[in-house]
């Protein structure tokens, strides 16, 4: 069996819909949505606390009302949400292959926008040392056991991480009555913003920073957590189950075995300044693009892609003559999007998206071909946004690749911890 | 008498690892009224929950060995029931590959032993050679030959395929039973367990970590004594199996096969094991530093490993004894046979050990006659290269999206013949929680379907 549509959209979260909704504002129909859960809305339906909406709806909303705000505007406009649907395959062109109870089908589509988000590194990929007890998972699958069935897996977990997501996990834990009896942090400082660090003390759950050589203990379930402290001491702290928090990656499982190229810096998949994959056919927008973003950054994000595709749509679609973007200095993780334009139309992104490996005080560079197009001061830390004009440096109209670069005046590293 | 006491079984399987499975089918084909009895709450639980999955020819284990006899017996058995039992094979075949100067002087005289131990079709490959059919091995390779019988096969579907086909001829299994003492009367065994006393002809010690133990319980000694090797394994996403066809082996040392970097029938590409000596016979932690090592190690013979995300991480025990040979030692005053020592060759081997053991003449075989049509039950079929439920109509959806479980999956695994009690036998059932994400999709659903069935449950504490 096969079917067509004018766009389909991969994931049904705040990407996704904020996508499809906007496309069918713009007047574009045979917009589908694919999500492979039993309900769209993405993480933000287990995400049961605030501050959602602000941005979309200029109101203070939790996650789940968030969500099914975003649902019931897609199917007001007129989207075609099909849950239960998941993709198992991305073919060239835009064909997809779709499993639904079973059934199996294609859809072949103009334009396909992957919306797939991030998940949180497991503990296998953090080669987290110790025991296979019961207990120990990622933040999302504890906001998903407590804000969507109910279940309150442990009583006192010890919390690994300390990125924003970890103060929604001490959130979701305080909703069920969950004592967390401690956060453990290896780097020497939190990671979520100067502002929210008094949070895990407010709420009594004690923080240790600097720590190393983490082991989980347990023979059935989850007994201690061992650990050295930032003095090199052995220490131990008892729990019954851990949280393991943040190092978001893309979900870009879909694009193994795809057409698409990937990017090994940021996970997700090489885009241009206009969303567009390595096959023209392919947008994608969202979490998928980086690790990682707050769900009103994703919103507007998308909002940006559906005019992008909508435009495109006009058109054949077609490979456009990039260079490339990449990241050159050990201090800098990533850059989106990885390939520009030169003589682009107007509507692409107006900014690129970086993210630093460790601490920076100094100045960020593009450079091409030994040419300076642009900089700027930088002085952040890991896991903060940083952004960068696009403008200056196309319309510097590169031949060559351009470099993104750092001159560290002051590398914060060797600064001791607060 | 108690209703326990009343039932004499001909045979009891002390433990249910890959060779207690094969043990029980065999005796149970055989005619006998076998009872199985495992200490764990659930089968497999021992030193055949972790393993690198591979039917092995055999070609490397000491000619005129027992192990080499089981190894080769074993192999042939699996390879002639595997269709009628549902086992999925991929034939990939293996290279062992020299990757310094001792190692390929070393060459030579592997040939010779695989010739010696019947595998005649190995075959000497330059490094070319090796390169043109593995494009991705790392250049500095030296050399090597191919090993064209070897298998990926599914180590607990085997296993569960071998106790499923008992249990549907008449076996027993009885679980969270652990053979405290027992005593025989020159007739009968009185075997007592926390699960309840019971009764039978013969023993057969399959204990495997535990089986030197289990001797001195029964018979006040034993003749080995089992010394646990721990192996850590890295499992690399299903994006790196592209870059492997064949299992790649190392040139094996006296106490272990060496790092191997293979595929698995479920789409991964894993690097394992280390050889670790220790006291404990439970402890199956992994350790960083160790993991880091092996990646390291998978990347220098594959370099494109380093661009792969690793799936997951585990650690398997194997009950090496104090002896290079399997120990299996009859007590026929006793009725008694102890099956020890199987170290990492035992998912290979089981079937060709439990022949080898029912072949034993203990005189307790003459009052019973094989099955003349025993039945088959159908096993989990979870192979990647293979069709799966998640292709077939009115399978309730999919609950696990990067190993593609279905809920009929899922529900046919807690309501089947023989359920699993933890989370950790629900996996080997169903590959449930095992992909890319380890739970952070589907941990939720599963806590919520699986709510009264897992011990410990995923969604509620102990009290």
Redesign the interface.
Known sequence: MSEGCRVAIVGGGTAGLSLATTLRRLGVSGIVVLE???DAGGVPR?CGHYPFGLREFKRLLKGPDYARRLVREAIAAGVDIRT?T?V?KLHKGGRLSL??????YDLQAERVVLCTGV??A????R?????????V??T??LQ??VF??G?????RPVILGSELVSLSAIMTCAHAGIKPAMMLEEGPRMLARGFMRPFPALRGVPMRFGVG?I?ILG???VEAVSYTDAGGLPREVSC??VIVSGRF?P?A?LM??SPLEID?DT?GPVIDQFGRCSDPHYFASGNLLRPVETSGWCWQEARDTAKRVAADLAQEARAQATVTLSVNSPELRFVLPQRLVPDAPPGGMAQMQLRLNKPVSGRLYATSGGQRLWSGALNTVPERRILAPIGPIITAAPIHEVLMETSVVCSMESRPPK | MSEANSTVFDVAVIGSGVVGCAMARRYTLNGAHTVVLEKEPDVLDGASKANSAILHTGFDAPPGSLEQACIASGYREYLDIREALGLPVLKTGALVVAWDKPQLEQLESLLKKARQNGVPDVRPMSKAEILAQEPALATHLLGGFSIPGEYLIDPWATAHAYLLQALANGAELRRNAEVLTGVFDGEIWTLSTPAGVVRARQVINCAGLFGDILDQRLLGQSRFSIHPRKGQFV?F???AA?LLQAIVLPVPSKTTKGVVLFRTIFGNLAVGPTAEEQDSR???????TT??GL?QKGIEMLPALA?H??????AGLRPASNEQDYRIITEPQKNYISVGGIRSTGLSAALGIASHVAALNTGAEVRYAPLSAPAIPLPDRLSDYHER??????????IC??E?V?KREILAALDGPMPPA???GLKRRTRVTMG??????C???L??LTKGRLD???????E
């Open positions: 492979r859960e039993e287990h239960g998941a198992t499993v639904c109870g079973g059934e199996t998940r949180e497991s503990r296998a990929q080669l987290i040392s110790g025991d296979r007890p019961i207990g998972m990622s999302g699958a998903g056991m969507l069935q279940l309150r897996p442990f009583h050589n082991r023979n059935r379930r019954d189950g990656r979900e499982a193994q075995d090994p996970g | 499992v996403d299903k994006s592209a439970t402890d199956a932690s992994t350790d960083r993991l880091q990646r661009r995300e690793i799936t997951a991480t585990y439920d998640w292709q077939v109509a009115g399978n309730g959806g999919i999206h990067c593609k279905t933890t989370l950790q890319r994400c380890q739970g952070f999709y941990t939720p659903a806590a919520a410990p449950a995923l969604g509620e504490p102990d």
